[in-house]
């Protein structure tokens, strides 16, 4: 960050470029590993899966996506009336969150679709990982039938390290995708959107609209050079301590995991049987000193970081494992 050279990243030159050099490094590195012709940086990976599907589509397409995603639950924007205007059309999944084929065919049967919306890892699912079939698969039929697919690859990382396959064998099929500097990776903030060329000139037009270009970003895009380029091969210790936990509070009585479901960074615990509700549980945690996320009545979530390590993993599970017994 120190050593950053900066300059006006909202400004470009006849090829398209900004005149922030790091910036510009930042998205030929992204670019590259993602075997994608060129990426754009975003503020965040809200901002990036926004700009994303309204240059994809416009005002009225119907585009296919799961309930449950990050985009639908958590950013709203490109569903909503008064600023995407896309419309959705949910399909259904398995429990790991995986679209099912028979429901995206009767959708594709029922509505002009425009894009196909994949998650991967699937965030509200428990970080749970589609494989390169499984997204050869989709992004085939969807390609079969005219229709591009978005990847929102918020933790794409972690899925390739679950399979240990290069990201951008994984990525490939996709027309799109985004993936964050700022999560597993660790960068302090920023999110990258990567695809073909005259895709990512008219996302730069876009982000512009929404306030996305910036000055001197390339402090913050160093940081994102260093995050992919030395930080990936460490996810596995998030994975390997997020697995450590939930086979330690397994057992309990009153919470159900699914460890097949435990694949990457995310344990998502169903507390129904605690007969308490998700929010009560995540002050009570707090109060402990554990922080952990309702994210519906009666489930929560824990993600492992880098930040967190494997001393604090056993004591995250002696508190849990004691708040339980009392329950
Ligand atoms: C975190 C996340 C996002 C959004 O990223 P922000 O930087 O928080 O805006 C998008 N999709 C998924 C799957 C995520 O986990």
């Known amino acids: 960050m120190y050593d950053a050279e900066v300059g006006d990243d909202g400004r470009t030159d006849k090829l398209g470029r900004g005149e922030d050099p790091s910036v510009n490094n930042l998205e030929d590195v992204a670019a590259e590993v993602m075997g994608k012709e060129a990426a754009l940086f975003c503020n965040s990976g809200t901002?990036?899966?926004?700009?994303?599907?309204?240059?994809?589509?416009?005002?009225?397409?119907?585009?296919?996506?799961?309930?449950?995603?990050?985009?639908?639950?958590?950013?709203?924007?490109?569903?909503?009336?008064?600023?995407?205007?896309?419309?959705?059309?949910?399909?259904?999944?398995?429990?790991?969150?995986?679209?099912?084929?028979?429901?995206?065919?009767?959708?594709?049967?029922?509505y002009e679709i425009k894009l196909l919306c994949l998650e991967n890892t699937n965030n509200f699912m428990g970080g749970t990982c589609l494989s390169k079939e499984q997204m050869n698969t989709l992004c085939n039929v969807a390609h079969e039938n005219g229709i591009p697919v978005h990847l929102d690859g918020a933790r794409i990382f972690n899925a390739s390290v679950y399979y240990d396959i290069p990201v951008k064998k994984?990525?490939?099929?996709?027309?799109?995708?985004?993936?964050?500097?700022?999560?597993?990776?660790?960068?302090?903030?920023?999110?990258?959107?990567?695809?073909?060329?005259?895709?990512?000139?008219?996302?730069?037009?876009?982000?512009?609209?929404?306030?996305?270009?910036?000055?001197?970003?390339?402090?913050?895009?160093?940081t994102g050079i260093t995050a992919i380029q030395q930080e990936v091969d460490r996810l596995k210790e998030d994975h390997e301590n997020a697995y450590l936990l939930a086979g330690m509070i397994k057992d309990n009585a009153k919470i159900n995991i699914r460890m097949d479901a435990v694949q990457t960074n995310i344990v998502n615990v169903d507390v129904s049987s605690s007969g308490r509700s998700a929010k009560t549980i995540e002050s009570d945690l707090l109060n402990k000193g554990l922080k952990v996320k309702s994210i519906s009545d009666y489930k929560v979530r824990i993600t492992t970081y880098r930040g967190v390590t494997r001393d604090d993993i056993i004591r995250a599970a002696t508190i849990i494992n004691a708040y339980f017994r009392e329950c």
């Open 47 to 110: 901002m990036a899966n926004l700009i994303s599907l309204l240059t994809h589509g416009t005002r009225g397409d119907n585009v296919l996506a799961g309930e449950t995603c990050h985009i639908n639950k958590s950013e709203k924007a490109p569903f909503m009336e008064n600023i995407g205007g896309l419309i959705p059309r949910f399909f259904e999944t398995d429990v790991f969150g995986a679209p099912d084929m028979d429901s995206i065919h009767q959708l594709m049967n029922d």
């Open 170 to 222: 994984l990525v490939k099929p996709a027309d799109s995708v985004m993936f964050s500097l700022s999560k597993g990776l660790g960068a302090p903030m920023g999110s990258v959107l990567c695809g073909q060329k005259a895709f990512i000139t008219r996302a730069r037009k876009i982000r512009k609209l929404l306030g996305g270009s910036m000055r001197q970003s390339g402090v913050v895009a160093a």
